[in-house]
């Protein structure tokens, strides 16, 4: 009688302490999923609060944007006394000859600039272009950015930093505080080239895919990150690049390539507001031309228009 109380008393305390073991597990487990819930909270609540300074930063940007744009058509000067491009490209397509000239012009130019002589590229301004265009290509940034997906914002916010890397971007940072009155031939010159086709490829220099182009089109047209990356630069160079970033998403429209669906009329409306209302742009015309030949291949954009 005796051994089997001591039996029983021995189970019972065996249940006991399986007890306390589960439901001491337990209270762990809740304690650590309520700590991990908090910490994940916080950490929402801390890229949300980044999300809206994004947001407002580029409304703020936008704003002013708008009042640059109101300043600038109050003082319009006379069309005839606009700046005469150094290099004027006509509207139809260069040939190859000329293209290739117009390529050499420029890396030759570029070579012969002070600054970038003191910056000691190796192997000159082609070859610098070259390795830069490939680090871009082979990374380009997402073109779609998901709310509250954190690390899709952030990857896009320093998209060009972590590619990049610091040196290369106070290089680039340093050319463009030096080439800004020739921003508008520099890029004209290399949107013809990207878009020239294979018969005008030269195997020396590097040419992005019309897929990179729609990439890198979609990351400024349609991403917090790349929004507010172009809203912090000369007023100049957002232009620009939104005006090609523009053809280069018709361009993905026309190859059936945008496959995030990405909307092209709200910015072929606003950057044609904006191009109109400037009176420093030496291919206005051309810019202009260009835009309400687009345009006129999207419908509702016909209407806004009508």
């Known amino acids: 009688m005796g051994r089997f109380s ?24 809740r304690a650590v999923e309520k ?37 600038a058509s109050e003082s319009r000067v006379p069309e005839s006394s606009a700046p005469e491009p150094p290099l004027f490209i006509e ?18 130019y570029l070579n012969g600039r002070e600054y970038i002589q003191a910056l000691r590229l190796k192997n000159g301004s082609q070859e610098y272009y070259n390795k830069i265009m490939n ?39 340093e050319m463009l505080n030096n080439e800004g009155e020739n921003l508008e031939t520099i890029m004209s010159v290399f949107y013809e080239y990207f878009t020239s086709g294979e018969e005008c490829r030269n195997d020396d220099l590097f040419i992005p895919s019309a897929v990179t182009r729609y990439e890198y089109a979609g990351f400024f047209l349609n991403t917090l990150g790349g929004k507010s990356y172009l809203f912090r630069r000369d007023s100049n160079l957002r232009i620009l690049t939104t005006y090609y970033a523009v053809l280069a998403l018709h ?56």
């Open 91 to 108: 509207k139809e397509k260069l040939d190859c000859n000329e293209l290739k000239k117009n390529l050499s012009a420029v890396f030759e």
């Open 35 to 71: 700590t991990a819930l908090e910490e994940t909270k916080k950490e929402q609540e801390k890229w949300l609060s980044i999300v809206n300074k994004l947001k407002a930063d580029i409304a703020a940007l936008e704003r002013n944007a708008e009042e640059e744009k109101a300043a």
């Open 135 to 173: 680090k871009l290509s082979q990374n380009p940034p997402l073109t779609s950015e998901v709310m509250l997906d954190f690390d899709t914002l952030l990857k896009n916010i320093l998209h060009f930093y972590h590619v990049l890397g610091k040196d290369n971007i106070l290089i680039i940072k």
């Open 6 to 29: 001591e039996k029983k008393i021995f189970i019972l305390l065996l249940c006991f302490i399986a007890a306390l073991a589960y439901f001491g597990f337990d209270w762990h487990k």
């Open 251 to 306: 361009e993905a429209n026309e190859k059936i390539i945008n496959r995030q669906g990405i909307d092209l009329r709200p910015q072929l409306e606003q950057i044609r507001e904006e191009i109109t209302a400037r009176n420093d742009l030496a291919f206005q015309k051309n810019y202009l031309e260009t835009l309400s030949a687009i345009r006129d291949e999207y419908p509702s954009a016909r209407e806004n228009r009508e």
